[in-house]
Structures are given as C-alpha cells and as structure tokens.
C-alpha cells in the first residue's frame, strides 16, 4: 500500500512509496502517470536482454531499462519502465540504502524534471514571488541566499510565495509553485526565530539545533515543511503567476545592474545546468535504447522556455556580501 500520493498541479500525479516532501500536494489516491516503489528487493530475468556497460541492460524500443551492481554486500536494483507515458520507478531498499539521503532525491528531482520537460513543461532551480500581482524569478547559484531573500521579501505584505529553490514553467511564462522544505538554519539567520512562538514551535533541542546550523549537515537535521511555516507565519502561497522580472543574486561587492537579456539566459540556464544538468546514466541507457525518448529534444526545449521568460521579462543583477541585503535592493527596483 503507496505510503505518498501528490498531485503537482495536474501534471505530475505521483503515488510514492518515499516521502517526498512534496505536502502541499498531498492528496488521497489517485490516477497517477509516475508510480515510485520501494521494495524490499525485486529480480529481472536478464537472459534474453542486452548488456549495456557493467551494469545495465535492457532490449532495443522497449521503453525499459534496468540496473543492477554489487556495493559492499548489497545488489542494488533498478527498473525504469516508460518515461514518456505511466511511468513505474521500482527500487529495491539496497539500491535506496546505498544513496545519501540528498542523492537519492536529487535522483528522483531529475525523473521529474524529465517527465515534465517531455509534457513540455521545465523544472527551474530558481525562486519565485508575487509582488502586486507581478511574476518575481530569483534565480542563484547554490548557498548563495535564494532562500535568505525570500525570506526577507515575506516580511513585507505585498508579497506571495510560490517557492524558494524550484519552480515549473511553462511557454506562456507562468510559474507553478513549488513549496517543499526550507532549512531551520535559513529560518534562525534571516530572525524569523526572534518570534518566540516560532522558536518554540520549530525548536530541535539542543544537539539538532548544533548539527543543523553546520552547512553541509543542515540538510539533514535541520528542514522543515514550508507549509508548516506558511501555517505559524501566516504567510500567503500563490498558485501561480506571471513572470515579468528576474533577479541574478551573486556573492560579491555590492552591486545591482539590470542587465542584457542574453546574459540573463546564460546565466539562469548555466544554474539549472548546475542544479539539474547532471543526469544519471540509468536515464542515458535508457534513451540509448528507446530513440524516441532524445535528450538533446529535451534539453533544447527547456533552454526555449527559459528563453521565452527571459526575453519578456526585465533583467537584474544583484551583487551583494551580506545575503540579507538582496531583498533591499529587489524591493527598491519594484517600488520605482
């Protein structure tokens, strides 16, 4: 019996045996297109596939592939089956056991991020708001502050949240919101934990409170569900929006420069390049194997909605030391 069902908008209807902290999309039982499942361990009759590398096989146009290796005394298993229609993800628990935490689900944010660009949609390793009813793109590199500045942006009324780290588009420019985890560490450096109700809603103790505070370790003992940071503050979720701005947020002397469109692109592009570009060589032998699944098609497709958002939207770049002074310089472009 699937633990998770999450319904991302009508695109993705997930049924997962993993929580995937998608809440805000939690939903009863449903028809689902992407089917994730955690066993206990699984076999494939491997005699009649072809081997691809050491560890893959699978058979020419049959909208499957599958993995299988030895690592320490464990045989991780897995098995892809048509990535472009009901998909099935079956893991065996080697195979999850076997994965940091972080590198597990970055392996699953990647299947999504294929399953939506073959819908036509994209995933974006950006942030996103609503200010007035005008679309926000916050768009950084990893540990730069995109999470610190919308944050700061919360604090004053006029705007809504629709994500800190991700976002869907679409070719229209409309951003779907995201909402999933943020970091107790982000919470407590931005002051959110001088509310004495928050702090006590969201207080770990004190040796999680230490291990969470440290970079690397924060993201496994210090997040936290943003719904039910939204629920304490109070604080607005927009289910979509129009993007008509975009802020590059970097570390260095303070600066803030709107800037050419095409070096907007080059940038948001080479971000979720560095966020979601690296793909797993399960999905490589799969669409060694099925022709018809091509990533180059899938890749062009996600530079052309980035492209579109960008060419139609204005576009900033913010350079600042103190990640908490982003916010300062976004607030005052918008007020103009």
């Known amino acids: 019996m699937a633990k998770f069902f999450y319904n991302l908008h009508g695109l993705l209807k997930i049924r997962s045996d993993i929580n ?38 699978g ?36 195979f999850y056991l076997t994965r940091l935490p972080i590198n597990f689900h970055n392996f699953i944010k990647i299947i999504l991020q294929m399953k939506l660009s073959i819908m036509g949609y994209s995933l974006l390793h950006s942030a996103c708001l609503e200010y007035n009813g005008e679309g926000i793109l916050i768009s950084a590199l990893a540990d730069t502050g995109k999470s610190t500045t919308v944050l700061n942006c919360l604090r004053k009324k006029s705007f809504s949240y629709l994500s800190d780290d991700l976002i869907i588009i679409d070719k229209e420019r409309i951003a779907y919101c995201m909402p999933r985890l943020i970091n107790f560490r982000t919470l407590k450096k931005t002051g959110y934990f001088d509310n004495k109700s928050i702090k006590k809603k969201f207080s770990f103790g004190k040796f999680k409170t230490l291990l969470s505070e440290i970079p690397y370790l924060s993201a496994y ?17 927009k ?6 701005k975009i802020f590059i947020i970097e570390n260095g002397e303070e ?5 050419e469109k095409s070096l907007a692109f080059h940038k948001i592009k080479t971000i979720n390049k560095e966020e979601l570009g690296t793909l797993p060589v399960l999905l490589y032998m799969y669409t060694y194997l099925n022709s018809h699944t091509d990533l180059n098609k899938i890749k062009n497709r996600d530079d052309y909605l980035i492209e579109k958002i960008v060419e139609s939207s204005d576009c900033y770049a913010i350079s600042c030391k103190n990640p908490n002074k982003y916010s300062e310089f976004i607030f005052k472009i918008l007020e103009k």
């Open 59 to 94: 058979l020419e146009n049959n909208d499957s592939i599958y993995f299988e290796s030895r690592f320490s005394g464990f045989r991780p298993r897995v098995f892809l089956k048509n990535l472009s229609g009901k998909t099935t993800l079956l893991i065996n628990k080697a």
């Open 255 to 259: 600066t803030c420069n709107k800037i």
């Open 239 to 244: 289910q979509e929006t129009k993007i008509s």
């Open 221 to 237: 003992f210090g997040p936290i569900d943003t719904l039910d940071i939204h629920k304490a503050l109070d604080l607005p979720i």
């Open 20 to 57: 995937l902290n998608f809440n805000y999309f939690r939903h009863e039982k449903l028809n689902y297109n992407l089917d994730i499942r955690l066993v206990k361990d699984f076999n494939v009759n491997k005699k009649n596939l072809k081997k691809l590398g050491l560890f893959y096989y």
